[in-house]
């Protein structure tokens, strides 16, 4: 009861010095901020604790408000201190309460009291179920959801003007009385004019719409102007600045750091901060934290609720990047235990299938290669090997180049399970790829052994390779209802040993009758979930992932953070570098005619439209017309074939298919095409707006061209060259290893740009940026370390640590 007592006392100061704001050191509200949540604890009566939050001493504005309006404060908190007192006299409650006015609880907010954070955001007055609908296109739901809907950014309002004081061209703040206010035309639209002023002088204001602000500034109101200030005429004028009325509870559109929220049609920035200011005062409480008391001491991170609430109204920058660390520290961190406990999960739920290792088959399989495998690879393989041997299931994840050859090593691991009496299976992002894989892994067994034809064109077998005959199967979309169902029939007796596919491959129709090894190729669409799902389809195979994407190992350990990581970080020898060069903009024309000349030679291109961020449908039209105008204008004298991700799958197939036999001389496509299709008759690669991409995705992009010994050429034309993409796109030219460009990229373009997880089936990252190496390392080494220590987080201690962990991964599979 101290808090409570010394609270009483300093309010009491506070009246007897007349509302002055002297009775401590600092101000009253840097005080309440500060005693706010000792101050609750203490409290245990629950109608007087949710009155208690209505008076939201935590964020309190004592200091801003004017003198009539602090004593009414004061009076209110006196009220309620008394019933606290007569409330602690339990021994007579009821004669004490007699006679005493009925208690006025929660009137602001009558209807939070009984509400949690998982109610819908319509119970917040003003958020009607249309509204709902649109919060909902921002994945916003429930109070949970709002109280976690964070600023994109911040404006600064916090420089408070005297109005002689004002300078052009920058953010500033006035308190000023209105002199007069009216409608006024501008053009054909009507909009307000006032004139305010203050002790200093006099200023004109305008706003092009919003008529209705006339009427509402009275003569003589006070309001709060924040805004830029203009010359017009050689006078200083506001041009739409925000406004709040000043006897308003608390500044929260002026004066301050302002929040920026991302918005969707139909939302009002003054809307939403009203909102999420009524959320943070009344809920930002509830959010209870779920960490560890040891870990936020070591780390030095803010409560939950302070975190939340100062992110979306930081009392200033400081603070706010403090807010952002202790929250993306949490994503990072549940991270980590997720990815943990899901390693743990499968490697102890069910006992692995421990193959034995056939030398002799692998000797044989390397024998009749055209070439010989890289240091890297052998490498890699051994590790590879070493795993299968053991009677827990592998989960890998193997790094390499664009060409650095990991088709072969998964191809010897696929023969594994073979030789051991399993299934093996490939997946890959599409269907292209998936015929990609069978082909090439029919090329290479059939220099190994003998084909027997069949007659289905999608199954093949070979003899005379194993000691028994090996069956191996392409299973696509494309394949009529009956071949699918024979495939699959096939599939569930055990007669075909590799299948290779789509991620048609983990769906329910799709019964293995003993899959020892499933490998991955392009990890981006197959995330942790789907790891699980796969495990799940029985027999816990061993899991080897496959990524071109080279990540840095300490983003690999967190994203990937339940597979061991193997990396080929060598290409085979006599591999021609990709000639690179970028253009000044301009200079198109000039990369066309070359594009022309190495059609003529028989040689194919692509071209790759600038990336449209904003919106995929905006990007299709954008590539269409581009397409468009190349086969019009450009080259009408040759085959284009246009390629964006808003077709649907099969005509991107045809689309792709067409472009690998030839009939087709250029592939205009948006950066869909990124992922691994192999044409080695294409030699060029140009990138349209080239500046707007990484400089991985760059890469990327380069590795469709170059696969062969002829040399290729990748052209880059930014659409502004400014000194900084210039220098990127110079290091394009000179580096041509990709785990070196993924560096440069984080460190130069920095955030999660570089890699969204979007894709990955882990938690979304809403805060924390993955080139935050720092925060990312201080997550991963608090998480396994209290991991090895509670492993299964039983302790009542950590019960909300365990459901918050459970909430976050809750998220469903998507087969995507
Ligand atoms: P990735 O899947 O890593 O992009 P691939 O496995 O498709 O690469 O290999 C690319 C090409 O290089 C293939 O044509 C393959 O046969 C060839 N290749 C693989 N390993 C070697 C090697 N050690 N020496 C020469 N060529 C190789
Ligand atoms: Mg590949």
Known sequence: MVTIDSLRKILELE????????????GLDKYLHKQAGQIRQSINNQQLLAEFDNFSLANSNYGSSNVDKRKKWIMRVFDWLNQLEEAKQISKPKEKMLGKPPIVTAKSHPRKKNYGLDSPITIIRGIAPTIANKFAKLDVRTMHDLLYFFPRRYVDYSQRKLIAELE?????????????????????????????????????IIWFNQ??????????????????????KGRKVFESPEWEMLEEKELIHTGRLVPVYPLTQGLYPRQVRKWTKETIDGWAWQASDFLPLEIKTRCQLLDLPEALAQIHYPNDYLIAEKAKKRLAFDELFLLQLGVLAKKRDWQESQPGNAFNIHQEVIDKFLHCLPFTLTHAQERVLGEILADLKQPKAMSRLLQGEVGSGKTVIATLALLMAVANGYQGALMAPTEVLAEQH??????YLSKASTQKKGTDNNIKRYIGFLSQPLTIALLIGSLNDNEKENLHCKIKQGEIDIIIGTHALIQKEVEFYKLGLAVIDEQQRFGVLQRSALRQKGFNPH??????????????LTLYGDLDLSTIDELPPGRQTVKTRFLEPGYTEKAYSFLHRQVSKGKQAFIICPLIEESEVLEAKAVTTEY?????????????????GRMPPSDKEKVMRRFRERELDILVSTSVVEVGIDIPNATVMLVEGADHF??????????????????????????????EAKARLRLMEKIHDGFALAQKDLDLRGPGEFFGTHQSGLPDLKVAKLSNLHLLELARREAINLFQRENNLEKPEYHLLKQRLSKVWAKDVEWS
């Open 628 to 644: 468009e105008y190349l086969c019009r204008e450009i080259f009408p004298d040759l085959k284009l074939g246009l390629l964006h």
């Open 168 to 204: 052009e061209g920058k953010e500033q703040t006035i308190i000023c009385t209105i002199w007069q206010a009216r409608i006024a035309t501008f053009g054909n639209r009507r909009g307000t004019e006032a004139i305010v002023g203050d002790e200093t002088g006099n200023i004109r």
């Open 694 to 723: 990484g400089l991985s995705q760059l890469h990327q992009f380069r590795g469709r061209v170059g696969r062969n010994k002829e040399q290729a050429y990748c052209i880059l034309i930014p659409e502004n060259l400014s000194t």
């Open 438 to 443: 069978f082909n090439n892994i029919c090329d």
């Open 543 to 556: 899991i080897l992932v496959m990524t071109a994407t080279p990540i840095p190992r300490t983003m690999a």
């Open 211 to 232: 008529p209705y602000l006339a009427k509402r500034f009275t003569t003589n109101a006070k309001v709060v102007i924040s805004g830029t200030v203009f010359s017009f």
């Open 15 to 26: 009246y007897k010095k007349g509302y002055g704001d002297k009775a401590v050191i600092g």
